[in-house]
């Protein structure tokens, strides 16, 4: 019973390169979100999809990223042009389609180093 | 909106010693409350949960009781240990909102 995979775990991209993050929930959860942590910093919320839908992009900037959650396959977080700033750990949770009782199961990360 | 906010680490204890995080919050209605553990290099594991007021949730010989009184939700565990080193998070989810996270608190537990 796999749980939330990440891939790739280290990710290194030069500068005004394209990062692609994927994320599989777990089997059963069809909500995905997306978190940023900066070092020093705590988790700071990015996106939630449900299956080919953005239900909440509110902590997501405005240019060059975005994320999307296909029909089939995984959910892939993008990140246009990189910049030093975007370096970080990129974190997916997976919830089943419930209420705020169930927490969120996270994916070991992914760790983008912008050189 | 929703916001939690946590003690700022790192709290440094040697092992055996008592441990208490401490977390409050603000949220309108009745969240539910989570702790997260993060051991270095892997992402955040849940650690235990309440989802009503006076509600206490358990695990590892961690503790955390939902006090909506005082909104706080502090973790306490009676004698830790080096393997206890990590960062704790605490957390909230309201009706159908994402979770909410503190800022994190550090834990080194020397031998």
């Known amino acids: 019973n796999a749980g939330v995979m990440q891939n790739p775990r280290h990710l290194v991209r030069r500068r005004g390169q394209e990062a692609r993050l994927r994320c599989s929930p777990m089997?059963?959860?069809?909500?995905v979100y997306w978190y940023r942590q900066l070092p020093e910093e705590g988790l700071k919320f990015m996106v939630y999809l449900q299956k080919e839908n953005i239900i909440d992009e509110s902590g997501m900037p405005k240019e060059r990223f975005s994320a999307e959650f296909p029909k089939e396959g995984p959910s892939i977080l993008r990140i246009q042009q990189v910049v030093r700033g975007d370096s970080a750990a990129y974190f997916c949770a997976s919830s089943p389609p419930a209420g705020a009782n169930y927490g969120y199961t996270f994916g070991s990360g992914t760790r983008l180093t912008v050189v | 909106g929703n916001s939690v906010t946590q003690m700022e680490g790192p709290v440094t204890l040697s092992e055996e010693a008592f441990l208490t995080i401490n977390c409050t919050y603000t949220a309108t209605g009745y969240p539910s409350l989570f702790w997260y553990v993060q051991y270095p290099g892997e992402g955040l594991q849940l650690l235990l949960k309440a989802t009503k007021a006076d509600d206490k949730g358990s695990n590892k010989g961690f503790e955390a009781t939902y006090r909506k009184e005082t909104t706080s939700f502090h973790l306490e565990k009676g004698s830790v240990q080096v393997s206890d080193s990590a960062v704790y998070f605490c957390a909230l989810r309201g009706g159908y909102s994402t979770l909410t996270f503190g800022k994190g608190t550090m834990l080194l537990v020397s031998p």
């Open positions: 089997k059963g959860h069809s909500h």
